[in-house]
């Protein structure tokens, strides 16, 4: 290897490090329709009882809503275990906890009867309000499952609304294994409800 090659392979390596880095540290880009300060867009979804249900309704009350890729991934699962120590202090501020998600919900909500909470469950199965929100994950399904649940999925966010409708806190996950934090997203809440 002659003199000027290791330097342009080292810088190489540098670059891609760096970006890699990067990606990793920022993740993906908070859509604008869910950004802090911007209305609850208006949705349709159905509830577990198979029930039609719109966000436009959530109006009046305070909601942390979770967009989650369903009972399949571990992630998410921890995710559900996680929140379920906080869903009490929670309810007892008078918000809601809604988990959105676009797999069957009697598979999801069996992780939450284990874990003994009682959250709301919004069915998003053909992925228009994960479409809608800018949330699409593309192939994000992993292999073995792609048969039962398809291959695209919902990238995990977490969202805190305020009464009057106001995103008053978004947080996607930079990277699958990565959710927000139970602690913080009560936090939130009870800033978005000034208490």
């Known amino acids: 290897m002659n003199s000027i090659a290791l330097p342009i392979i080292v810088a190489i390596l540098a670059i891609a490090a760096f970006a890699y880095w990067r990606f990793r540290s920022t993740g ?5 329709v869910l950004r802090r300060g911007q209305p609850l ?7 577990e009882s198979g029930d039609p249900v719109r966000s436009a309704e959530l109006h009046g009350t305070a909601v942390v809503m979770l ?5 399949w991934c571990p992630f998410c699962s921890s995710q ?11 309810v007892d501020l008078g918000a ?25 469950f919004w069915l998003d199965e053909d992925l228009a309000v994960t479409r809608q929100l800018g949330l699409l994950h593309e192939s994000g ?14 990238w995990p966010t977490a969202l805190v609304v305020d009464p009057s409708g106001i995103i ?5 996950s930079k990277f699958i294994a990565d959710r927000p934090n139970a602690k913080t997203l009560l936090h939130e809440l009870r800033t978005a409800l000034g208490r």
Not at 80 to 90: G, T
Not at 146 to 154: N, P, Q
Not at 168 to 172: S, V
């Open 28 to 32: 993906r880009p908070v859509p604008a």
């Open 168 to 172: 008053r806190y978004t947080e996607l």
């Open 80 to 90: 559900v275990k996680n929140l379920s120590v906080y869903y009490k202090d929670i």
């Open 41 to 47: 867009p208006d949705f349709r979804a159905v509830d």
């Open 96 to 120: 809601r906890l809604i988990l959105v998600t676009p797999k069957p919900l009697e598979t999801t909500r069996r992780v939450a009867e284990f874990f003994e909470v009682e959250f709301d």
């Open 67 to 71: 967009f989650v890729r369903g009972n």
């Open 141 to 154: 399904v992993a292999r073995k499952h792609r048969k039962e649940y398809g291959d695209d999925t919902v």
